[in-house]
Nanobody, 123 residues
Framework: QVQLVESGGGLVQAGGSLRLSCAAS????????MGWFRQAPGKEREFVAA????????AATRSIQGRFTISRDNAKNTVNLQMNSLKPEDTAVYYC????????????????WGQGTQVTVSS
């Protein structure tokens, strides 16, 4: 059974940083792209960033470019999201997701999801 577990969320002031991690288990993830999505209260879940198995391809939504960095460690089956210069509008539950194949910004293309971790940015 595939399991994705996020960690690293919390409360931070605007301008601060957080590092989210997602630990994957339950199967071999060779060839799997990993993505981060977020969902703010009253809003739909939206794409944040994604990375290919080999880390040779990444994608990110425009609003986080230059501030967030996605990376992965295949030996440890983890994917990370380094978030710098956080803004109040980054407040959301952040979800890790996995899919076989190339990175995608469409949440419907990810069959595996974690439970999420809350990120709150105060102004």
């Amino acid at each position: 059974q595939v399991q994705l577990v996020e960690s690293g969320g919390g409360l931070v002031q605007a301008g601060g940083s957080l590092r989210l991690s997602c630990a994957a288990s339950g199967r071999t993830f060779t060839g799997y792209a990993m993505g981060w999505f977020r969902q703010a209260p009253g809003k739909e879940r939206e794409f944040v960033a994604a990375i290919s198995w080999s880390s040779d391809s990444t994608a990110a939504t425009r609003s986080i470019q230059g501030r967030f960095t996605i990376s992965r460690d295949n030996a440890k089956n983890t994917v990370n999201l380094q978030m710098n210069s956080l803004k109040p509008e980054d407040t959301a539950v952040y979800y890790c997701a996995a899919r076989l194949g190339r990175p995608s910004s469409y949440k419907g293309e990810y069959p595996y999801w974690g439970q999420g971790t809350q990120v709150t940015v105060s102004s």
